[in-house]
């Protein structure tokens, strides 16, 4: 069976720890996303993620150059290999992603460094002006990491032909990104609506309030839902 998880944000407290506390209600399924704090900040996230029982945990290091972060007075750093293998040593048997990787050089220090995989990602294009797509630097690193680690990619997912485009050019998992958050689906783009709700309700998106019964309920009728044509589309295949 295969399922998508949302890989939430960081930047002020509730930004990080309403949707954590929506992955922890959801025992676990969801991947937090850390921001490239000094290490102090980074550690204690990272503590409080593995914590709430996340079944991975990610930090997207390209937003080091987000201007708008800057902007908000935040200070964020680049990290180095010893750095990340900090951070993957504090995760522990948390899986530890490292996101907005852009060349082999860069999925290669992670891989130095014990990640579990990497995101092939480029914030959008919001990091860098006139950046390369994620799918024309994918092949190049998915050639470099030979199946050491795993490839998650996102940038310009639209549809599940897409998809499977990136899965032919050597992704794992492929993000697809439905405003305010970013799924990602594991074979055929599939959504879990039920997470989708939870995690809004966390991060005080929704304008009405739903009880945890109603969102559970949601989020159990739409993994089946979704396990399902993807089992169907697997099934194809074969």
């Not at 930004?15 to 550690?43: H, R, S």
């Not at 294009?125 to 190049?140: C, F, I, K, W, Y």
């Not at 940038?155 to 794992?172: E, I, N, P, Q, T």
């Amino acid at each position: 069976a295969a399922g998508s998880a949302t890989f939430t944000g960081d930047s002020p407290d509730e930004a990080f720890y309403g949707p954590l506390e929506a992955i922890k209600a959801l025992d676990g399924w969801g991947v937090p996303t850390i921001k490239p704090w000094a290490m102090k900040q980074a550690l204690a996230r990272m503590a409080d993620a593995v914590a709430a029982g996340a079944m991975a945990v990610a930090m997207d290091v390209d937003a080091a150059g987000l201007v708008n972060v800057k902007l908000r007075g935040e200070s964020v750093y680049p990290k180095s290999v010893a750095d990340l293998r900090v951070l993957v040593e504090a995760a522990g048997k948390t899986p530890f992603i490292v996101k907005g990787v852009m060349s082999a050089k860069g999925a290669l220090k992670a891989l130095e460094a014990g990640c579990y995989g990497i995101v092939v990602s480029n914030h959008g294009g919001r990091v860098l002006d006139h950046a390369q797509s994620t799918v024309e630097v994918l092949p190049e690193i998915a050639q470099a990491v030979n199946g050491r680690m795993k490839i998650f990619v996102d940038g310009g997912v639209r549809s599940g032909v897409d998809v499977f485009k990136m899965l032919a050019l050597g992704a794992d998992a492929v993000g697809m990104s439905t405003a305010p958050e970013v799924i990602t689906a594991g074979h055929c783009g599939m959504e879990v609506l039920g997470f989708t709700l939870v995690s809004n309700m966390a991060a005080g998106v929704l304008p009405k309030k739903l009880s945890e019964e109603e969102v559970l309920e949601a989020a159990a009728a739409a993994r089946d839902r979704f396990s399902s044509l993807v089992l169907a589309c697997l099934e194809h295949l074969n």
